[in-house]
């Protein structure tokens, strides 16, 4: 099966369709091999719901399940329901194209202590009145909220992270900035403010949760359920989302990393090539050199390759006139961005809009 550059399948062949009707069945308890952890008798069993939302991360959802299933798995109780909604209560597409059979419609939502929003890839395109409405239903009677992935915007159009801190995954940070510049939004792994729960996605989920279920059931019961899912170190939220720059680019010159990560950090403003290299003690010339030899190409070439692939991302993933992401992504006017953009891509900002993935 071929996919296209997002990896999202074609439809030809028919939907691989899992089944989140029946998790909770799942325990299988009376196969477990070591002795089960003793949970106090004061903790009570929390209600957890996830809504799934078209194109949705179903790594970030199976993250989040599975801790909350271990956590039942080890202990010497279950201390966790889980449920999974859709808008119609219909299967939903994850952004592999695989279809999650949902227990029931949104609408039909009973009592929660916690609900936790799923979504992935285009989630403006699938942010309806709909779910709005119910996430605002739930918060209003009590429930707590949270996302996993890019679900920290579906809270936010919601207006329900009005004044808490967040998160979501790296891609969307500066989009979700631009749109609701008033909400604190941070670059971590995780993060937990009172009633909100947001992560960045991914495997986030889990050290989420595991958060999750240390406030709720203890460490001890925690630290179990990471051992059985082989997840050797519960991360703490304030840690960084994505790799180290010396892992992800293979180089490991300290004043080359330092350059490329100003550059990635100062996409809206540019820094010119002279700062650039007099930050870290270099000439111009040296800087040059550098670019040369790791990256095959001189550091201007590298930096607009940062900017553009930042525009390109706010084209495809969010509904900002083009003139503002031109101003988001450091160009001076929309011409002077569409004719890098057109270089560097063969189309124009509003030929990407239109093409059909």
Same mark, same amino acid.
């Given at each position: ?5 997002? @990896? ?7 939907? =691989?369709? +899992?089944?989140?009707?029946? $998790? ?37 959802? #199976? ?36 279809? +999650? ?6 609408? *039909?939502? @009973?009592?929660?202590?916690? =609900? ?5 890839? *285009? ?11 119910? $996430? ?9 909220? @949270? ?10 159009? #919601? ?22 510049? %008033? ?9 937990? *403010? ?29 630290? &179990? #359920? ?48 002279? %700062?650039?290299?007099?930050?870290? @003690? ?13 990256? %095959? ?17 706010? +084209? +495809? ?8 992401? &031109? ?31």
């Amino acid at each position: 099966m071929v996919a296209n550059y997002r @990896g999202i399948p074609p439809n030809p062949l028919p939907p =691989i369709i +899992l089944d989140a009707r029946h $998790l909770n069945n799942d325990v299988m308890i009376e196969n477990r091999v070591l002795d089960p952890v003793a949970i106090d008798r004061s903790v009570a069993v929390r209600r957890v719901g996830f809504i799934l939302v078209t194109n949705f991360s179903l790594i970030a959802y #199976a993250s989040a399940v599975e801790a909350l299933r271990h956590a039942n798995y080890v202990g010497d109780r279950p201390v966790f329901e889980f449920s999974t909604y859709s808008i119609d209560g219909e299967a939903v597409m994850a952004s592999n194209g695989m279809y +999650l059979q949902v227990g029931a419609p949104l609408e *039909d939502v @009973g009592k929660l202590d916690m =609900i936790f929003v799923c979504s992935g890839l *285009d989630v403006q395109q699938h942010t309806d009145g709909g779910i709005l409405k119910h $996430l605002r239903r739930l918060s209003t009677h009590g429930t707590q909220v @949270g996302a996993v992935c890019t679900g920290a915007y579906i809270l936010a159009k #919601a207006g329900l992270l009005n004044g808490y801190r967040c998160t979501i995954h790296w891609e969307n940070l500066s989009s979700l900035a631009e749109e609701f510049p %008033d909400i604190e939004i941070i670059a971590e792994l995780y993060e937990v *403010d009172r009633t909100r729960y947001t992560c960045a996605g991914g495997t986030a989920a889990i050290d989420m949760m595991l958060h999750l279920i240390t406030s709720h059931a203890g460490h001890k019961v925690a630290a &179990a #359920a990471a051992d059985q899912m082989i997840h050797h170190r519960i991360r703490e939220g304030s840690e960084g989302q994505r790799m180290a720059l010396r892992a992800r680019l293979g180089v490991s010159h300290p004043k080359l990393l330092a350059v490329i990560s100003e550059m990635e950090e100062n996409l809206e403003a540019p820094l010119n090539c002279g %700062d650039l290299a007099s930050n870290v @003690g270099l000439s111009t010339r040296q800087l040059e050199r550098l670019f040369r030899k790791y990256m %095959d190409q001189a550091p201007t070439r590298y930096y607009l390759k940062l900017r553009l692939d930042r525009a390109r991302y706010m +084209l +495809l993933q969010t509904s900002m006139p083009i003139l503002d992401v &031109a101003l988001a992504c450091g160009f001076v006017s929309a011409s002077h961005f569409s004719k890098c953009y057109r270089e560097y891509f063969k189309r124009t900002p509003s030929e990407e809009r239109r093409v059909v993935l």
